[in-house]
């Protein structure tokens, strides 16, 4: 079929592209330095690869030619075919989290936790999920250039040379270096040096990921800067204010674990309880067994008034809704003294934080439940002080360099600081970025920053722990790291990063960086990814006498209240160019690609906009709601209103990040942008909203619309008594065939029988085995138009249900992936027999041979087929082809395809142990759902393994099968929900 | 009325219309035989390589063992070829100036890397392992051909599925003792019937014919 | 024919009512007047016309197929849940109206209604065609339609075969069987026709092109021995087949485990339900034709109103599994069966299911009465209305049961796009190009049965019985 | 006999018409009991009674379609099988190998394709037919076979045939016109 080779493009004939190639050659000679240096084992290896294995579906019967290139000097480690696996770390908001990097022939593919960091406990979040993404991304910054005009960077060091020297005589007094939350010790090391060498030079930070009101409160409390951090594992009454720990939170990986290990209901007497006060649903609302929904200004009050019943502060009675919940709150904590906690979250403002700290001091949780260390962030400030004081220095003309390493200040600044017009000021403004973006435009010299793939750095965990960060990849469009930047401004311009960062620690550990002593030392922070014993230990801190002031006191001048949060796709709009996390469904809304004004049904109603599923994909696809005018004091926003259950009235919640004007292909004209409304005054939120009706319409794309469980059994979930009770309970009214009941023999599975368990009890609906799944199989990005047609390609689906009533209904998550039925209904009716049973019971899909008649996800009671109906792969984008898992078929136009059990991965396993004559062992194969879920929701194995642990899951009480009365039998089955409810406040 | 057609048309009429059922049927086994032709599998046919590199005079003159440079054939999916270094391991020594080892001089000194025609080549989509098959006894040469004995390397097999699935049905007719699986000289003995169904108990082989086998 | 003696109330036309051909017939006038319209007859502008505008609908089908097959179907509305949308309704719909073709020349020949004779020959066209255009979307419905020879039994280099379980595959056998016995049944018929339009051409090429296709047909003795065998047999086979047929398209849902389509009911409703359409289809395109070429002396009242009346019980039985569906979804306590008839009859589609019951149950109801059934324009516009209820039928049934099923999740809904309306409306357009072109060049009325029916004939059947 | 083989062009035999297939009927019949046995009745419609009166044999066509369709039958059912339980036998939604209630659906079609195709084939390979060439043909009146006429053909290689006396002999049962076919 030549006519087939249109569509079905292959890397091979990519690779006779001579530009392509040209690009790929070139990227070597101008890393001369790598060579001698151990990068080089991970260097962006020529075609090998490449052509080697990416996976293209071809109907060619005759094969078109293909090349072979070989290594010239082959690396001893690379073993040609095998992946290898790297330890390094990434940031965020001046955390991190540590990462095992799969890399094949030298491009890393999957990105997963490393089970020994302890921020991640193998777990990794979306943000981790996807970096690799960005790391392809052609959108990239790719040259050096000033004013527009691509240089040398020669020519950059040149010119900062010369501003360095004209400033020496003035001790740097026109010198400004402004970045992000900055939490790698080199780099701090780096920044300190060039203000010791020019000390009237200054340091600027604005990070609007960093937690800047979690900082602000322990400086609120403690009179200084200390990092609070929970021990889960011992709490056992959680008061949440408006804090989503399992969300967006230093530390939330683990978190989430340990706060998961404390809900497994076969230990029902060991349950935690969770309470939270909250204004958007959140993870943490979810999952909690009493959620309040408040106003931003309300959650400060209660939690006032929870305080003051337990003797902190003082505050007005409780009245309403708050009343019960505050009594029982109270009383659930002050009985669990030392083994209560009470957590506050980021869009809360300090005062809620310093209160929570005092709470904590109360209830003798300090040191049990929370302990205080050093920051993790290195030089915490201020930002909005910090920010500020840098746009008046600029706007007076004092700053004749500006250094803005990262960030995107001109986006993300408040609104009432007019930082890009002081920019314009400054003499020389030199940006290191990942993306030519808004800020770029303001900048003179626009540096490509390379991606944490690509760098030599070091990083601290929310613990204090140090990893190294070890680049997996050449800087693929030549960037440069903030290192090799701060370099240029000492006068070790030459240093490169990797010679830095190991400097640093050698002279830390008072050794010669080139003791053997020293490198085996090195070799093992490489290896294990972190540096054993580097978590801070803990400090003694004193309340001060500022913990339970109030925050100070705005004008409200009546209207709505406004929540800003962080996307939880995109954050500050950092990744809104990545189309992995702008498809993944946002959690509750199930929203992507765009952001929206979200608020309550009775608001809504009271707005007089109304939203409903449009023909075009329905429930599925296309949401036509209302754009809505955003007046908050003299500045004014149209966004698309989206009204949810559960959230609060009178009040919305907008996320940050959207309306990006320069941020790439995929990230601009998405979305409003909410930091034009963020001012200094309010930064967590803001009051005397106005709203206005446009009378425009707008469609939002959004994946689920329908949340209602229509009582079918689909999710199963008692309180924690009932199911103490008989733990069958919520199996009630939902009977499932016996097995027995058919005409038809059984086939026998006789090796393995793999099978899934998902706990839904413990599933916080973080969205991390999505874009897990969506790496580690190739999975296509479609667009929002696309998704507004109902044609999301996501092999795993987050359900998401509401239950109760849609002021603060309860919400399950319930992931979604193929059931691999044993009587799969899919099979049946496929004319080609493109999907049928594997002998270890796999449904397997075989793409090569589908013809697309799509009559298998018609029959499909669970809806998990997904359709390519156009060609939604990129096979003409070299960098993107470069990231494809090789062991994974990349699916063409008119093939269906689904979750297959990560089948690559259980081949793999296979051919290993059959290699070794022994058998799989339990927990050896993990699915990519599976290896980055936090809080083990997701177990798979042998179901012919009386003692893997999937098979004693499925043997207990709560385990069920989604409509298991259609008898498909399937091999992922659920695990239902227990709430631990308090009995005083009943369901 | 007058005759509008000729006697012969009789003839042709009937050989046109029962003689269709036989065109189609021909047509039908000619497309068969056409899709199995070298032709479109491109078995037996030397492939134009950068260098003349005679896998004859290296394994069949020199008695050089696959893995030599195939160096991961038992430990990855991917048998691996050779870097240029492993050339230059002899050829800095043995014809070193010869004119036809240009290309691989010329490649170490610039490190731009030698570009080989891929012979063996399976679709994208099909999965091949080459580390469980030698580790399960199925020997080169069975896949590969008498290579000692081709100037030139080619296909010798369909590679198509049918052909794979045939051993994958019947491992017995083909598996040999596993110390014998690199030996290009290897003949299967007499008694392969015997001695295939006693390695298959032995190493365990699997008749695996599930689609995910190959395809994922 | 003793209706000749009977005193018979005439109707507008000035025929019997029962009448199935004009008073004053022979076989002379009878093989001349319909050889004329084929042979002699000048090309009339309302062809000229009918054909160009027909052409244009069978061009835009080209252009929306060719654009289908580079873009891929994403350029229609499906999506994920409702994976089959106008493709699978058109399909249904057209085989459906085949089958009043099979069933006319067929199963009346079998029992022996001779009203049938002087419609089947385009009755049968009408199959042909409506075959091929329902042809065109299982095939290219597939996302990768150069594949599509994967669903029949070749030979292969992949050793892999057809998935016989898949009721797809038994489309595949079921709809290329019935073409193929259709087109052989109606060349059979057609011989000795031709034979006629050989004899009769005053052209050269007429006589040659039409002389192959008689294949020498002479009216031997022996040879209308055989023929009659073979023909009978034939209408012996393709009654079963048809009946197949629609069970079989039935089961491409009734295997499915969708509320909405796992129902035992399916095949005797779907036969029915094809019937009814099939039979509406015959009315709408023998009323112009009858008009236009002055047929009215063979296609008389008798045949529309014992079409009208077919079509009447067909309408019952179908009503009948409308009921039954929802009987059946409230007698087995099913939830989501039950919550299926719901979204039918209040969900977002409602309008459509409304439309369905009106078109198909509600207005029919008229043919009860004769007025109704003699009223041509009237009987016209029913047939129109059935028409377009029985595409309804099939709408309901694909989308309206997919688009909600299971998963409150996983629920959508369904939006046609342009290429959509140009792919349905362009088998319109080729379904007429054909016609126009089967009235044109081959005689629409079999001739050598019209023959048999002449009155007064002297050899009659009960004669020389043995 | 030899005089036929001496002329040229050869005599085929000799075409009687008649206005009504009333007349047909009877003369074939009369023919028939004369001893004719060579010959071949032709009506623009089929006339059952021509059959008798000529006593021609009952064809055996219902025999090979019923063969034809237990061929098609037997193929469909064996190849269904074959393919999943021999070719490539795969577990499809945990349904047997041998699913055959699940064959019968593509062993009906194969049955009544088989038969079909064996009707119309078999009808036309009996026929001997396509046939365009015919000597009857070239009797320019026979062109009225297929609108209104009837004719009836007495072979020369029938025993019996003399050009005089049969002419004679189709006169005398009522032919409108007799003429001589060639061939």
Request: charged residues 20%; aromatic residues 10%.
């Amino acid at each position: 079929m030549t006519t087939g080779k249109a569509f079905w493009r292959t890397l091979d004939e990519l690779a006779d592209d001579p530009s392509f190639r040209e690009r790929l050659y070139n990227e070597f000679p101008s890393e001369v330095e790598a060579i001698s240096d151990p990068t080089t084992r991970r260097t962006f290896l020529k075609l090998m690869g490449a052509s080697l294995a990416l996976a293209g579906v071809t109907a060619c019967t005759r094969q078109p030619e293909e090349k072979i290139v070989p290594y010239v000097r082959q690396p001893e480690e690379l073993v040609l075919g095998k992946p290898l696996f790297f330890a390094t770390a990434m940031s965020l908001g001046g955390v991190a989290t540590g990462l095992l990097v799969e890399s094949h022939e030298g491009r890393p593919t999957k990105i997963e936790g490393n089970p020994l960091h302890p921020g991640s406990l193998g777990a990794a979040d979306v943000f981790n999920q996807s970096a690799a993404l960005s790391l392809y991304d052609p959108d990239r910054a790719k040259t050096i250039t000033n004013l527009g005009e691509i240089r040398p960077w020669a020519e950059f060091l040149a010119m900062m040379r010369a501003t360095l020297i004209s400033q020496k005589p003035l001790q740097g007094v026109g010198i400004r270096i402004l970045t992000e939350a900055v939490n790698s010790p080199t780099l701090a090391a780096q920044i300190q040096d060039v203000l010791s060498r020019f000390p009237s030079a200054k340091w600027h930070q604005w990070d609007p990921t960093s937690r800047q009101h979690t900082m602000l409160g322990a400086r609120q409390a403690f009179g200084e800067f200390v990092e609070a951090q929970y021990k889960f594992e011992n709490a056992d009454v959680i008061l949440s204010l408006d804090g989503d720990f399992l969300g967006l939170a230093a530390g939330a990986l683990r978190y989430a674990r340990e706060f998961a290990e404390r809900r497994r209901p076969d230990d029902a007497a060991h349950m935690n309880r969770l309470y939270a006060l909250e204004t958007m649903p959140s993870f943490t609302g979810a999952k909690a067994d009493h959620r309040l929904p408040l106003k931003p200004s309300e959650i400060e009050v209660v939690a006032r008034q929870i305080a003051a019943a337990l003797g902190v502060g003082s505050a007005s009675a409780p009245s309403g809704d708050a009343q019960k919940f505050v009594a029982a709150a109270a009383k659930d904590l002050g009985e669990h003294r030392g083994r209560s906690l009470v957590v506050a979250g980021e869009s809360q403002p300090p005062a809620v934080h310093a209160l929570a700290h005092a709470m904590n001091q109360a209830l003798g949780n300090v040191g049990a439940t929370v302990i205080y260390t050093e920051p993790v962030e290195i030089a915490p400030v201020d930002q909005v002080a910090s920010i500020r004081e840098l746009t008046a220095d600029m706007d007076a003309g004092r700053v004749d360099l500006l250094v803005i390493i990262g960030g995107n200040p001109v986006f993300t600044a408040p609104a009432d600081v007019p930082f890009a017009q002081a920019l314009a000021k400054v003499q020389n403004r030199v940006r290191l970025g990942l993306y030519e973006d808004e800020t770029s435009a303001f900048c003179q010299w626009q540096i490509p920053q390379v991606h944490f793939l690509e760098e030599w750095s070091d990083a601290r965990a929310f613990d204090g722990t140090v990893s190294i960060v070890q680049p997996l990849i050449a800087p693929l469009y030549g960037g440069r790291s903030a290192h090799e930047v701060l370099a240029a401004m000492s006068d070790r311009q030459e240093q490169t990063p990797h010679d830095l960062v190991r400097e640093h620690w050698a002279a830390k550990e008072k050794q010669a960086a080139t003791s053997p002593d020293f490198e085996a030392r090195w070799r093992r922070w490489l290896h294990d990814g972190l540096m054993a014993d580097s978590a801070f230990t803990p400090r003694t801190v004193s309340l001060a006498a500022t913990a339970t002031a109030a925050s100070p006191v705005e004008a409200a001048a009546g209207g709505y209240e406004i929540s800003y949060r962080l996307d939880p796709s995109i954050l500050d709009g950092r990744f809104a160019n990545n189309g992995w996390l702008q498809e993944t469904p946002k959690p509750i809304t199930k929203l992507t690609w765009d952001n929206a004004v979200i608020l309550s049904p009775a608001t809504a109603e009271k707005l007089r906009v109304d939203q409903r599923p449009a023909m075009r994909g329905g429930e599925h696809g296309e949401i036509l709601t209302r754009l809505i005018e955003l007046k908050l004091g003299n500045r004014t926003v149209r966004g698309p209103v989206f009204a949810i259950p559960g959230h609060p009235d009178d009040c919305v919640t907008v996320h940050l990040g959207y309306g990006r004007q320069r941020g790439g292909h995929i990230a601009d004209g998405a979305g409003f942008n909410a930091f034009a409304l963020r001012a200094s005054n309010g930064m967590a939120y803001g009051r005397g909203l106005q709203m206005t009706e446009t009378g425009e319409g707008y469609s939002l794309a959004c994946t689920q619309y329908h949340h209602l469980l229509e009582g079918r059994g689909i999710v199963r979930a008692i309180s924690r008594d009932e199911f103490v009770r008989d733990p069958k309970a919520m199996h009630e009214g939902f009977e499932a065939p016996p097995r027995t009941l058919t005409l038809y023999p059984e086939y026998k599975y006789d090796g393995y029988k793999w099978g899934m368990a998902i706990d839904v009890n413990a599933c916080t609906g973080c969205n991390a085995c999505i874009v897990g799944c969506v790496a580690e199989n190739n999975i296509a990005v479609i667009g929002k138009d696309q998704v507004l047609r109902g044609r999301e390609m996501h092999w795993l689906r987050l359900d998401t249900y509401f239950a109760g009533h849609e002021t603060n209904p309860e919400t399950y998550f319930q992931p979604m992936p193929c059931m691999q039925c044993e009587n799969a209904p899919c099979e049946v009716v496929c004319p080609v027999g493109a999907t049928v049973h594997s002998h270890e019971g796999l449904n397997d899909m075989v793409y090569n041979r589908c013809v697309g008649t799509r009559y298998c996800s018609n029959n499909c009671p669970y809806k998990v087929r997904r359709f390519n109906y156009l060609l939604y792969q990129d096979f003409t984008t070299p960098s993107t082809m470069l990231g494809r898992n090789p062991d994974v078929t990349v699916r063409s136009r008119g093939v269906m395809e689904k979750c297959t059990y990560c089948v690559q991965r259980i081949n793999r396993a296979k051919i290993d142990s059959e290699k070794q004559s022994r058998r799989i062992e339990d927990g050896e194969i993990k699915t990519a759902c599976q290896q980055t879920c936090p809080t083990d929701a997701i177990i798979f194995g042998d179901l012919n393994d009386p003692n893997s642990r999937v098979a004693r899951l499925q043997k207990e009480e709560r385990n069920y099968a989604v409509l298991a009365e259609l008898n498909t039998r399937p091999r992922t089955t659920y695990l239902g929900v227990v709430r631990n409810v308090n009995p005083e406040l009943g369901e | 009325m007058s005759q509008i057609f000729h006697r012969s048309t009789n003839s042709i009429a009937r050989v046109s219309i029962f003689g269709t059922i036989f065109i189609v049927a021909g047509l039908l086994v000619i497309l068969l035989y056409i899709n199995r032709s070298p032709w479109i599998t491109r078995a037996t046919a030397p492939r134009e390589q950068p260098i003349q590199f005679s896998h004859e005079r290296h394994v069949g003159g020199n008695g050089i063992d696959c893995r030599y440079c195939h160096t991961s054939v038992e430990d990855s999916r991917f048998a691996g070829i050779p870097p240029t270094k492993t050339c230059m391991n002899c050829h800095s020594q043995i014809f070193a100036d010869a004119p036809f080892l240009e290309p691989v001089r010329a490649s170490f000194a610039t490190g731009k890397p030698l570009e080989w025609t891929r012979v063996h080549d399976l679709p994208n989509f099909v999965y091949f392992d080459h580390s469980i098959h030698v580790n399960k006894g199925v020997g080169c040469t069975t896949c590969h051909g008498q290579v000692d004995r081709m100037p030139l390397m080619y296909q010798e097999q369909s590679l198509q599925m049918e052909w794979c699935i045939n051993c994958h049905r019947n491992p017995e007719q083909y598996v040999r003792p596993k110390e014998a699986v690199f030996r290009v000289d290897y003949q299967p003995p007499s008694n392969q019937a015997e001695l295939g169904a006693r390695l298959v108990a032995e190493y365990q082989i699997q008749k695996l014919t599930s689609c995910s086998t190959c395809h994922r | 024919m003793a209706q000749n003696v009977l005193p018979v109330k005439m109707n507008q036309e000035g025929m019997p009512d029962t009448a199935v051909i004009g008073p004053g017939h022979n076989i002379t006038s009878v093989t001349d007047k319909i050889a004329s319209i084929v042979l002699t007859e000048k090309t009339g502008i309302v062809w000229v016309l009918g054909f160009l505008v027909a052409a244009a609908g069978a061009g835009m089908l080209l252009m929306s197929l060719s654009y289908l097959v580079v873009k891929g179907i994403g350029i229609w509305g499906n999506n994920i849940p409702v994976g089959w949308a106008f493709d699978i309704t058109n399909f249904v719909w057209w085989i459906g109206i085949g089958h009043a073709g099979t069933l006319i020349s067929a199963i009346l020949l079998l029992l022996k209604q001779s009203w049938r004779t002087s419609i089947n020959r385009f009755a049968e066209a009408m199959t042909l065609f409506a075959v091929a255009c329902a042809g065109i979307f299982p095939l290219f419905h597939t996302g990768r339609p150069w594949l599509a020879y994967w669903l029949f039994p070749l030979p292969n280099t992949m050793g892999v075969w057809p998935q016989f379980r898949s009721p797809l595959v038994w489309d595949v056998f079921a709809v290329s069987t019935y073409a193929t016995v259709s087109a052989l049944f109606w060349f059979v018929g057609l011989v000795p026709d031709l034979a006629t339009l050989r004899d009769r051409s005053e052209s050269k090429v007429g006589r040659v092109i039409y002389g192959l296709f008689a294949l020498g047909w002479r009216g031997s003795a022996m040879h209308w021995h055989r023929y009659e065998t073979a023909y009978l047999l034939l209408a012996g086979l393709a009654t079963p087949l048809v009946v197949s047929v629609h069970t079989v398209v039935s089961f491409d849902f009734a295997v499915g485990i969708l509320p909405g389509w796992h129902t035992t009911i399916f095949p005797p409703y779907f036969v029915a339900g094809a019937i009814y359409s099939g039979f509406a289809m015959v009315i709408t395109l023998a009323v112009p034709i009858r008009y236009f070429y002055g047929l009215q002396d063979f296609i008389t009242m008798r045949h529309l109103q014992n079409m009208a009346k077919v079509m009447l019980v067909t309408g019952l039985v179908v009503a009948y599994g409308y009921g039954v569906e929802a009987f059946m979804a409230w007698y087995s306590a099913n939830n989501y069966e039950g919550f299926m008839v719901l979204n039918r009859i209040n969900g977002p589609y409602w309008p459509f299911y409304w439309a369905l019951i009106a078109c198909n149950i509600v207005i029919p109801q008229l043919l009860w009465f004769k007025s109704v059934r003699t009223n041509i324009p009237m009987l016209f516009v029913l047939s129109l209305i059935i028409n377009v209820g029985m595409w309804l039928e099939r709408f309901v049934i694909i989308v309206l049961s997919l688009h909600r099923d299971f998963l409150p999740s996983s629920w959508g809904m369904f939006r046609p796009t342009f290429w959509d309306f140009s792919t349905f409306f362009g088998t319109i357009g080729l379904f007429l190009t054909l016609l126009f072109l089967f009235c044109r060049f081959l005689p629409m009325i079999s001739i050598f049965e019209m023959r048999t029916m002449v009155p007064g004939k002297r050899v009659a059947e009960g004669e020389h019985a043995h | 006999m030899h005089t036929k083989h001496a002329k040229h062009p050869i005599t085929y035999g000799l075409l009687a018409e008649f206005d009504d297939q009333h007349s047909l009927v009877d003369a074939a019949h009369r023919a028939h009991v004369a001893g004719y046995t060579k010959m071949d009745a032709f009506s623009p419609l089929p006339i059952e009674e021509l059959h008798h009166a000529m006593a021609l044999p009952t064809t055996k066509l219902p025999a090979l379609v019923l063969a034809g369709g237990l061929t098609g039958a037997l193929g469909g059912f064996l190849l269904q099988t074959w393919v999943a339980t021999m070719a490539y036998p795969l577990n499809i939604g945990g349904k047997p190998m041998f699913s055959w209630p699940m064959f019968i659906p593509v062993t009906f079609e194969c049955t009544i394709l088989g038969a079909a195709l064996t009707a119309v084939f078999g009808m036309l390979a009996l026929n001997g037919l396509p046939q365009p060439y015919h000597p009857v043909f070239n009797v320019p009146s026979f062109a009225l076979a297929s609108r209104d006429r009837f004719f009836l053909c007495i072979e020369a290689e029938d025993d019996k045939f003399d050009l005089d006396d049969t002419r004679r002999f189709l006169q005398s049962v009522g032919a409108k016109e007799v003429s001589v076919v060639e061939d």
